[in-house]
């Protein structure tokens, strides 16, 4: 599985971005979906996971305000991110899961200017 991200940019405080994350290989393999951010020295943790289902879970920080979604083919990931704040400045990857591996999109950086 490749996966390709795209999206990030730079945007206010209250701004909104969408990211997309386009997979390709053995998609029918995937069975979840996450997106996750890094900052640099800290870890890169999960924010929001698609399970097969449509099934969703985010992370206190960003529920509410984040909306993690995928398309009718089932190969291409969204984030959708309203009401955008200084914190959420960071590297955000996408990443697919199969029963055998986990696969990493590259990251694309998202900045909040106060």
């Known amino acids: 599985v490749q996966l390709q991200a795209s999206g990030g940019g730079s945007v206010q405080l209250g701004g909104s971005l969408r990211l997309s994350c386009t997979a390709s290989g053995s998609i029918s393999r995937i069975i979840s979906w996450a997106w996750h951010r890094q900052v640099p020295g800290d870890r890169r943790d999960p924010i929001?996971?698609?399970?097969?289902?449509?099934?969703?879970t985010y992370t206190d920080s960003v529920r509410g305000r984040f909306v993690i979604s995928r398309n009718n083919v089932g190969n291409t990931l969204y984030l959708q991110m309203n009401n955008l704040e200084p914190v959420d400045t960071a590297t955000y990857y996408c990443?697919?899961?199969?029963?055998?591996?986990?696969?990493w999109g590259q990251g694309t950086q998202v900045t909040v200017s106060s």
């Open positions: 929001a996971i698609i399970g097969g289902d449509g099934d969703t």
């Open positions: 990443a697919a899961a199969t029963q055998e591996n986990y696969f």
